[in-house]
T-cell receptor
Framework: NAGVMQNPRHLVRRRGQEARLRCSPMKGHSHVYWYRQLPEEGLKFMVYLQKENIIDESGMPKERFSAEFPKEGPSILRIQQVVRGDSAAYFC?????????????FGPGTRLTVL | GQQLNQSPQSMFIQEGEDVSMNCTSSSIFNTWLWYKQDPGEGPVLLIALYKAGELTSNGRLTAQFGITRKDSFLNISASIPSDVGIYFCAGQPLMNRDDKIIFGKGTRLHILP
């Protein structure tokens, strides 16, 4: 059973470009969480999605950031017009229906560098 | 918003030593979680705690859910080189309606040669 997959693992963008980060949850998991980690920091919650629904986006910046989890395919975190401050590691976690906090499994992350 | 204070920030120890780190919060937590993150990887859950006073072990690791529900500690006994990494405390605050996790800033464990 494959774990949570994220791609790309590393992404370099110039200021003003768009970044698309993908997350494929574990098989059988229908909940996806996105977290951002700055250097020397812990992970900070961004958004919680179920299939085709955003449940909680309270941690996501209001502008330039969006997330989706379509019926088919991976969850996408999209950052438009990236700025240097967007450079960070972005992790997604997935959990099954009815799972609690201890059933979130994390992917390896996408490290975004904005030049 | 809720914050977790994790200490120490870094530890430099000799192989074989015991390690202790802790985490405190300003609000009550439902669940305490301890994760380890290796370089270039995502966090991996080590121990989950669900009840005040609960003491749980996983091999050489032991963690406790504080009685006040505002703190937790993690101990590692007889450290070995593969214990090197970043240890995060995390949890679910009582007032959270969903399963989003709040993380501490991590304790960076280094083992001296």
């Amino acid at each position: 059973n494959a774990g949570v997959m994220q791609n790309p693992r590393h992404l370099v963008r110039r200021r003003g470009q768009e970044a698309r980060l993908r997350c494929s949850p574990m098989k059988g998991h229908s909940h996806v969480y996105w977290y951002r980690q700055l250097p020397e920091e812990g992970l900070k919650f961004m958004v919680y999605l179920q299939k085709e629904n955003i449940i909680d986006e309270s941690g996501m910046p209001k502008e330039r950031f969006s997330a989706e989890f379509p019926k088919e395919g991976p969850s996408i975190l999209r950052i438009q017009q990236v700025v240097r401050g967007d450079s960070a590691a972005y992790f997604c976690a997935s959990s099954p229906v009815g799972g609690g906090t201890d059933t979130q499994y994390f992917g390896p992350g996408t490290r975004l560098t904005v030049l | 918003g809720q914050q977790l204070n994790q200490s120490p920030q870094s530890m430099f120890i000799q192989e074989g030593e015991d390690v202790s780190m802790n985490c405190t919060s300003s609000s009550i937590f439902n669940t305490w979680l301890w994760y380890k993150q290796d370089p270039g990887e995502g966090p991996v859950l080590l121990i989950a705690l669900y009840k005040a006073g609960e003491l749980t072990s996983n091999g050489r690791l032991t963690a406790q859910f504080g009685i006040t529900r505002k703190d937790s500690f993690l101990n590692i006994s007889a450290s070995i080189p593969s214990d090197v990494g970043i240890y995060f405390c995390a949890g679910q605050p009582l007032m959270n309606r969903d399963d989003k996790i709040i993380f501490g800033k991590g304790t960076r464990l280094h083992i001296l040669p």
